[in-house]
């Protein structure tokens, strides 16, 4: 706890902290294709334990600042709510003839990324 304690009070992170190792799992297909990889990020464990603690303390404070319109999925609400959202900004977009784009990131393939 001490260790936690002065990072707060520091505002700085131990520095090997901050050296992450990236490895690729493989998942299945071609061995030579980049995509059938599954990149991890291998992190210290007190790292990992510090920034739950701190995500447990802040969810509480975000969640109150947090407009509906922006906290994607939050508990106690159904996909179907952000699906009407975006279903009445595509037609409120069609109405005033405006331009609407969307990005879903969970869902954006490797490809899709590089095409212009």
């Given at each position: 706890?001490?260790?936690?304690?002065?990072?707060?009070?520091?505002?700085?992170?131990?520095?090997?902290?901050?050296?992450?190792?990236?490895?690729?799992?493989y998942k299945?297909?071609?061995?030579?294709?980049?995509?059938n990889y599954?990149?991890?990020?291998?992190?210290?464990?007190?790292?990992?334990?510090?920034?739950?603690?701190?995500?447990?303390?802040?969810?509480?404070?975000?969640?109150?600042?947090?407009?509906?319109?922006?906290?994607?999925?939050?508990?106690?609400?159904?996909?179907?709510?952000?699906?009407?959202?975006?279903?009445?900004?595509?037609?409120?977009?069609?109405?005033?003839n405006i331009?609407?784009?969307?990005?879903?990131?969970?869902?954006?393939?490797?490809?899709?990324?590089?095409?212009?």
């Amino acid at each position: 706890m001490l260790l936690y304690n002065r990072i707060l009070n520091t505002e700085s992170l131990p520095k090997h902290w901050l050296k992450l190792d990236i490895l690729l799992l493989y998942k299945k297909g071609d061995l030579y294709d980049i995509n059938n990889y599954q990149p991890i990020c291998l992190i210290p464990t007190l790292y990992k334990i510090f920034f739950q603690l701190l995500r447990k303390r802040l969810k509480p404070i975000f969640n109150c600042h947090q407009p509906l319109e922006q906290a994607g999925f939050p508990a106690g609400y159904s996909t179907m709510d952000n699906f009407q959202v975006i279903s009445l900004l595509v037609e409120k977009a069609k109405e005033y003839n405006i331009s609407l784009y969307f990005a879903f990131v969970d869902s954006v393939r490797h490809e899709y990324l590089y095409r212009r």
